[in-house]
């Protein structure tokens, strides 16, 4: 029961015992049809993510890189990938791995922890990202690789084999799949995903870069927005080409690729890209 209501109780009594009801109704506080209710206001609230606007090519956190080992032929785009590195900040590791193969082997961008966006070839060309064995994904697909280092192993004091490496690890600290110690945001997974039960985060201003590129890129190539809830396995509709947004995932085994992983923000934010393009 509201205040005003309690209110109209009492003088209620007031009168039935022959009192003058006096006026106690509080002027300050507004009618009780303008009163909110606390969980209306909060399923009102907008998303995190629904400010997100497509990318602007000429923005500043769109960083051109010099790079030349992909392939200069065009290709229709039905397909977006979203990678992650497995690697530590900044792109030079990344680019000094890729640069080993006789392939033209790169994602077409790289998207740091803090956001920046770096381009190394144009949406219309295409690289090798896949590794699905049907060369027809890699040309019409762009792929947006997130910089992380993915799966994380947690010391417990004891000795653990990491990357056929014997290593003594502390209890409660941090490995990546090298071996090295790292201190980084995680996203635990109880069930375990593709093998490993610990993630690093993405970050909140890089998963705001891949929003943007993503509504920039899908309106640009008219390629769907709609969250698909089975990219995060082995989906028999990416490998058939069928337009949409997936993650590596989405083509190879568990054992063999863990990005991108299931980060709860993440998914809120593609979850969020279909809405935010249809009040267009």
Same mark, same amino acid.
């Given at each position: 029961m509201c205040f005003n209501e309690i209110i109209k109780a009492i003088k209620g009594l007031l009168s039935e015992m022959g009192e003058d009801p006096i006026d106690v109704e509080d002027p300050n506080l507004p009618p009780d049809d303008d009163i909110e209710d606390p969980d209306e206001t909060e399923d009102e609230e907008e998303s995190e993510w629904a400010d997100l606007k497509p990318l602007d090519p000429d923005s500043c956190r769109l960083v051109k890189v010099d790079w030349s080992k992909y392939y200069k032929v065009q290709h229709p785009k039905r397909q977006i990938v979203?990678?992650?590195?497995?690697?530590?900040p900044g792109i030079e590791g990344d680019l000094a791995h890729w640069k080993n193969f006789n392939s033209h082997i790169a994602t077409c961008v790289i998207i740091d922890r803090d956001g920046p966006i770096n381009k190394l070839f144009n949406w219309k060309y295409w690289g090798f990202h896949l590794g699905a064995g049907n060369r027809t994904l890699d040309q019409q697909s762009i792929?947006?690789?997130?910089?992380?280092?993915?799966?994380? #192993?947690?010391?417990? *004091? $004891?000795?653990?084999?990491?990357?056929?490496?014997?290593?003594?690890?502390?209890?409660?600290?941090?490995?990546?799949?090298?071996?090295?110690?790292?201190?980084?945001?995680?996203?635990?997974?109880?069930?375990?995903?593709?093998?490993?039960?610990?993630?690093?985060?993405?970050?909140?201003?890089? #998963?705001?870069?891949? *929003? $943007?590129?993503?509504l920039f890129l899908c309106d640009k190539f008219d390629i769907p927005l709609t969250y698909n809830e089975d990219m995060w396995d082995v989906s028999q509709d990416s490998l058939n080409g069928k337009k949409g947004i997936w993650s590596h995932t989405s083509y190879r085994a568990p054992s063999e690729k863990q990005d991108c992983h299931p980060d709860p923000q993440l998914i809120s934010m593609l979850k969020e890209l279909e809405t935010i393009y249809n009040k267009k």
């Open positions: 979203l990678h992650h590195t497995v690697s530590g792929a947006i690789e997130l910089d992380s280092w993915g799966p994380l #192993i947690l010391g417990d *004091g $004891k000795q653990q084999v990491i990357n056929n490496r014997t290593i003594n690890t502390v209890d409660g600290q941090f490995y990546n799949v090298y071996g090295g110690k790292v201190n980084v945001p995680y996203v635990y997974y109880p069930e375990g995903f593709r093998g490993y039960k610990y993630y690093e985060a993405y970050g909140h201003e890089q #998963i705001r870069s891949v *929003g $943007k590129l993503l």
